[in-house]
Nanobody, 123 residues
Framework: QVQLVESGGGFVQPGGSLRLSCAAS????????IGWFRKLPGRDHERISE????????YLADSVKGRFTISKDNAKNTALLIMDNLKFEDTGVYTC????????????????WGQGIQVTVSS
């Protein structure tokens, strides 16, 4: 089955860390740009970060700079989003997406869109 599957979400206290994984099956990530998005309560999807097929980081949202890190392990066919110093306002559903035509994915232009995973920052 061709899909992206996120894992690693859950509950964390403010200041804590989570590591989100985005595992691809049925296709290889070395041909795709990967983007991470999140949907915060009451708001539209926000693009967080993106990394190209050849592992260049081309975007990191101001809201997460200095706290979140994107990476991609082509050998494991997995992309990661390392989230440190999490804040209450980071609570939401996090989704990875892939696009293979030389561009990076958007919410509306992508080849694959994961099912999303909940991240809750709470004391």
């Amino acid at each position: 089955q061709v899909q992206l599957v996120e894992s690693g979400g859950g509950f964390v206290q403010p200041g804590g860390s989570l590591r989100l994984s985005c595992a691809a099956s049925g296709f290889t990530l070395d041909q795709y740009c990967i983007g991470w998005f999140r949907k915060l309560p009451g708001r539209d999807h926000e693009r967080i970060s993106e990394i190209t097929a050849d592992n260049h980081i081309t975007y990191l949202a101001d809201s997460v700079k200095g706290r979140f890190t994107i990476s991609k392990d082509n050998a494991k066919n997995t992309a990661l989003l390392i989230m440190d110093n999490l804040k209450f306002e980071d609570t939401g559903v996090y989704t990875c997406a892939a696009r293979g035509d030389g561009w990076c994915p958007t919410q509306y232009d992508n080849d694959y869109w994961g099912q999303g995973i909940q991240v809750t920052v709470s004391s």
